[in-house]
């Protein structure tokens, strides 16, 4: 903004300084034109300084006069410049050292326009150097945060996805640890009644054999206590003897009741393992689960991050897009100010140091110079 404010002061002290001498031609331009009639002339002739007149012969001031109005006539049609037109005209007219000081005070006029355009034509070339190296430098930033809003993008993109994923890890998991305490409590129901079923049985087999332990083993021992008396048994009758089966009978079933048992330790030992391995699943579990309830959380503060970083930088981005539309307006109004001054500087500066040659040339003529 100060650049444009200078710019601006500047253009309005050189348009205000253009139309002032314009103003000013046309003023002279007329009141010379009033000046240049005959009886002006004559009324001239009459008053000039007389000892001036004593001094300089009449011809040889016509002829001072002529040579420089000639000259400043040909530099006034050379350079389109009406002020010089009506310095001719006074010359014709006016006292010579009031035309000389006119003649010093245009030089002097001119010498400070040369300056003012040169420092006008610097200025320019500076701002719009400036302007050029800070639209390089916002266009190199404003292609940075692109590309760092691209990556931001793609980066919460990466960071929503990986959450979703564990999200979906956790629900599985949690579901997998459901079904395994459903599969365990099925399990240990099944090993309950096996282990009810095989106690019921060995306790009814024991019973079973505990009866025939009792009927075999008493009879046993009735007959090896019983001695004969009287007269021997009549005939017909042969001795009583243990059931030779009844042995394998017993045998049978405390065979089953022992299989039994060894069932029950099986079960029971099945049961151990299988609680076992649950509960390694559901710590193992757990643990990945908390795990990845850490990831989640870290992740989420990573991706909140990113996204301020993103809301960061696409404001940039606005920042850097509107100040290069600063700087492109800015270089428009340079060019509307600067563009005739610097493709005609050369020109013009030649052309004015030419304007004041000529003027110093008519000065020498006035001064008696012979050219």
Not at 12 to 40: N, P
Not at 177 to 193: H, L, P, W, Y
Not at 297 to 304: F, G, I, L, M, Q
Request: hydrophobic residues 35%.
């Amino acid at each position: 903004s100060m650049l444009k404010e200078k710019c601006q002061m500047t253009d309005g002290e050189w348009e205000e300084r253009q139309k002032t001498r314009q103003l000013e031609m046309e003023a002279v331009s007329k009141a010379l034109a009033v000046l240049s009639g005959d009886d002006a002339h004559d009324l001239f002739t009459k008053t000039f300084n007389p000892s001036f007149v004593q001094v300089q012969s009449g011809a040889e001031m016509s002829s001072r006069r002529t040579a420089a109005a000639r000259v400043l006539e040909l530099s006034a049609k050379k350079f389109h410049s009406p002020y010089l037109s009506a310095l001719a005209t006074k010359v014709k007219l006016d006292a010579f050292e009031r035309v000389k000081k006119a003649i010093d005070d245009m030089i002097l006029q001119l010498g400070n326009e040369k300056a003012a355009e040169i420092k006008h034509k610097d200025f320019c070339v500076d701002e719009f150097n400036t302007n050029t190296a800070q639209t390089e430098t916002k266009e190199r930033e404003k292609t940075d945060v692109a590309a760092q809003i691209e990556d931001l993008a793609l980066t919460i993109k990466t960071f929503s996805e990986e959450l979703d994923g564990l999200k979906a890890e956790i629900a599985e998991m949690q579901v997998q640890m459901k079904r395994a305490g459903e599969d365990r409590e099925k399990q240990n129901k099944e090993f309950q009644m096996t282990v009810s079923d095989q106690r019921s049985t060995v306790k009814l087999l024991n019973a079973a054999l505990e009866v025939l332990q009792d009927f075999y083993g008493k009879k046993e021992a009735f007959l090896q206590r019983q001695e004969p008396a009287g007269p021997p048994p009549p005939a017909g009758f042969k001795e009583y003897k243990k059931n030779e089966s009844s042995g394998g009978v017993m045998n049978l079933i405390q065979s089953i009741i022992e299989d039994a048992k060894a069932m029950e330790a099986e079960a029971t030992r099945s049961e151990e393992d299988s609680q076992k391995a649950y509960e390694d699943f559901v710590k193992e579990t757990n643990a990945s689960i908390e795990t990845k309830g850490k990831e989640i959380v870290n992740k989420s503060e990573e991706k909140a991050k990113s996204e301020v970083a993103l809301v960061e930088a696409k404001a940039t981005q606005e920042s850097v897009v509107l100040e290069l539309e600063q700087l492109a307006n800015y270089n428009t109004e340079l060019h509307q100010s600067c563009d005739f001054i610097v493709k005609n500087f050369d020109l013009r500066q030649q052309a004015r140091d030419e304007e004041v040659e000529a003027l110093n040339q008519a000065k020498a003529i006035l001064s008696g110079a012979k050219y």
